[in-house]
Nanobody, 115 residues
Framework: QVQLVESGGGLVQAGGSLRLSCAAS????????MGWYRQAPGKQRELVAT???????NYADSVKGRFTISRDNAKNTVYLQMNSLKPEDTAVYYC?????????WGKGTLVTVSS
């Protein structure tokens, strides 16, 4: 079993920055992919960014150039540095881990960007 715990959400003004963290615990295997997804009110959950254990990254077009995903494999932790935040970035952000054909989710952390 795998547990994911997010932290770092909060309220920020447009143009500001936040850094999200997600710590994974339990049976973690090498070669996994970790990522961040988000769900705004009334919308479907969408991909924000993913990162492989080899540090290969993938970003949604809407966050390219503003968000940076990184990870510390020794700590089984993934980070999301969010800069130049916009009101449309307001959402619950969920951490995700995929390994051995199974997908795990955190409970989410709320990010609110005020205009």
């Amino acid at each position: 079993q795998v547990q994911l715990v997010e932290s770092g959400g909060g309220l920020v003004q447009a143009g500001g920055s936040l850094r999200l963290s997600c710590a994974a615990s339990g049976r973690i295997f090498s070669g996994n992919i970790m990522g961040w997804y988000r769900q705004a009110p009334g919308k479907q959950r969408e991909l924000v960014a993913t990162i492989t254990s080899g540090a290969g990254t993938n970003y949604a077009d809407s966050v390219k150039g503003r968000f940076t995903i990184s990870r510390d494999n020794a700590k089984n932790t993934v980070y999301l540095q969010m800069n130049s935040l916009k009101p449309e970035d307001t959402a619950v952000y969920y951490c995700n881990l995929v390994q051995v054909l199974r997908t795990y989710w955190g409970k989410g952390t709320l990010v609110t960007v005020s205009s």
